[in-house]
Nanobody
Framework: QVQLVESGGGLVQAGGSLRLSCAASGRTFSRYAMGWFRQAPGKERELVAAITWNGGNTYYADSVKGRFTISRDNAKNTVYLQMNSLKPEDTAVYYC????????????????????WGQGTQVTVSS
């Protein structure tokens, strides 16, 4: 079992930056690929960024490429999402999630492939 707790959300003006953190409990965090999803009102949950267990492979949605960076620190059981040049369309609840497939070098992009979820943190970007 992995418990995930997100932090770092808030209100920011367009063009600003935020860094989200996701702290994981349990000794198995380092085995799992991690993803950041977001869900805006009336929209489906979408994968924003993901990273393999060793950080060797990453994925970014086209809408955030060049602006967002995902990273992880397995010693601290934490995954991060650095968000720069934020836009109003980035407004959403952001969730971190763990893919329960241990030691995988591939990245799954569908939410149903992730087994553990945090409670979410709100990011609001004003224009």
């Amino acid at each position: 079992q992995v418990q995930l707790v997100e932090s770092g959300g808030g209100l920011v003006q367009a063009g600003g930056s935020l860094r989200l953190s996701c702290a994981a409990s349990g000794r198995t965090f380092s085995r799992y690929a991690m993803g950041w999803f977001r869900q805006a009102p009336g929209k489906e949950r979408e994968l924003v960024a993901a990273i393999t267990w060793n950080g060797g492979n990453t994925y970014y949605a086209d809408s955030v490429k060049g602006r967002f960076t995902i990273s992880r620190d397995n010693a601290k059981n934490t995954v991060y999402l650095q968000m720069n040049s934020l836009k109003p369309e980035d407004t959403a609840v952001y969730y971190c999630a763990a893919d329960g497939s241990s030691w995988s070098f591939s990245i799954n992009i569908n939410s149903y492939e992730y087994d553990y979820w945090g409670q979410g943190t709100q990011v609001t970007v004003s224009s």
